[in-house]
């Protein structure tokens, strides 16, 4: 079994004969823009939180209910996206993604009591959950063998408004007469994208979207399950370093307060040019490649952050770690989705739930053993983690072209 294994991945490893550019018409950049529109929101959300609570007077714990809520939005809406697909078709679900993250927003900035603010990061949250199910899904569809550089690049404008959401934020609030007119800008943005996309929404629904109603549903292949958890272990990864790698620098550099913006902007820079560079190799390289590169990145920079107790390798090696996050989850995505076998939307959103439930356990895990030990010691969390996820993608690879199961009418 091991030789078959590897001889899939070498094959896997074999640069593309040829150039493998997507395709972008309008459904394509608005997709690009929607997932923008994601990432404005998930990285305006922690700080925004910290604005919330300095103006409220929220306790640290009444505030960890909001990333609760979102965790839970995420993790029901993963596991609903294939039925919303299969009755209602994907066009819907991009657009009802618009709307839940319109109605989320509003609620979160409503000024109302904690019962209903609340409610905003679990709608925001299953917004994102559709959105990127959905906008993936779709890309898969439309571009065929250029989808991996589709998806990264769609990832990357992501990541684009991530870096651009919080420096919104902070003019909003100190020049702008409040936070909350960012996120109204965002509100705003959502309406206007829904006002472009039109009211036909019947180009979004290709692959496994357009089957018919009341068709049985397949169940996914072995292989789907390993691509999850190689998704799963390293969003893990993902997770673990925006939410402390913070404390690593401040605990191990002695960096105070600057050090929260200084680790997540080297990690957000490191992850934007990732993205930007990574989409190029997926348009020559095979994803296997593309994706083993990006883990050995990740374990030069992890290595380099963690040895190093001096301020500017640490940032330097969080730099690196960025650049070896980056590709991660949209090719994890991408392979998913492949190695579904014609049952994209159902598998990702099984991966995304897979994911909420890893972001809210395995960044506490950490929490606890850094509590327990020390917070360098905690991050030795991260290379067994990516010993598994590279352990999984050596002996399960999934191959360019994987063929499409056709369901039985």
């Known amino acids: 079994m091991f030789n078959s294994s590897l001889t899939a991945l070498t094959t896997s490893l074999t640069p593309s004969p040829d150039t493998v550019t997507p395709t972008r018409d309008r459904r394509t950049y608005l997709s690009y823009v929607q997932m923008g529109l994601f990432g404005w929101f998930l990285y305006t959300l922690g700080p925004s939180l910290s604005l919330l609570r300095d103006e409220t007077g929220l306790s640290r714990t009444a505030s960890s209910l909001f990333t609760l809520a979102a965790s839970v939005g995420g993790i029901i809406a993963g596991l609903l996206v294939g039925t919303v697909v299969q009755r209602f078709g994907r066009g819907w679900l991009l657009r009802g993604g618009s709307i839940s993250l319109i109605i989320g927003i509003s609620l979160f900035i409503s000024g109302g009591p904690i019962g209903v603010t609340v409610l905003g990061p679990f709608f925001s949250s299953a917004a994102g959950a559709g959105c990127v199910v959905g906008v993936s899904a779709f890309l898969a569809a439309q571009q065929k063998r250029a989808a991996d550089a589709a998806i990264t690049e769609s990832n990357a404008v992501a990541a684009a408004f991530g870096i651009m959401a919080p420096l919104l934020l902070g003019a909003a609030a100190t020049w702008l007469g409040g936070w909350r007119l960012s996120l109204w800008l965002l509100v705003a943005s959502a309406i206007v994208l829904e006002i472009v996309r039109g009211k036909s929404l019947r180009d979004y629904n290709i692959g ?22 190689v998704l799963v272990i390293t969003s893990a990864v993902e997770m673990c370093f925006l939410f402390w790698s913070a404390d690593l620098l401040s605990d191990r550099s002695g960096l105070g307060s600057a050090a929260s913006a200084a680790a997540l902007s080297a990690v957000l820079v490191g992850v934007l040019l990732g993205r930007i560079f990574g989409s190029w190799m997926v348009e020559r ?13 990740l374990f030069a920079g992890f290595a380099l952050t963690w040895v190093l107790p001096h301020t500017l390798t640490m940032l330097a090696g969080l730099f690196v770690v960025g650049l070896g996050i980056s590709v991660q989850f949209p090719l994890g995505m991408a392979r998913v989705m492949r190695a579904s076998a014609g049952s994209a939307d159902k598998a990702g959103g099984i991966a995304s739930s897979g994911i909420g439930v890893a972001g809210a356990t395995i960044p506490a895990l950490l929490a606890v053993l850094a509590d327990a030990f020390s917070v360098h010691l905690a991050f030795l969390i991260v290379p067994v983690l990516l010993a598994l996820a590279l352990t999984l993608l050596v002996t399960r690879p999934v191959p360019a072209v994987v063929p499409v199961v056709k369901p039985a009418y």
């Open 285 to 297: 390289w095979n994803t296997e490649r593309v994706l083993l590169g990006a883990m050995i990145f």
């Open 208 to 229: 496994e979207a357009h089957r018919a109603p009341g068709t049985a549903r397949r169940a996914l292949p072995q292989l789907t399950w390993w691509a999850t958890g």
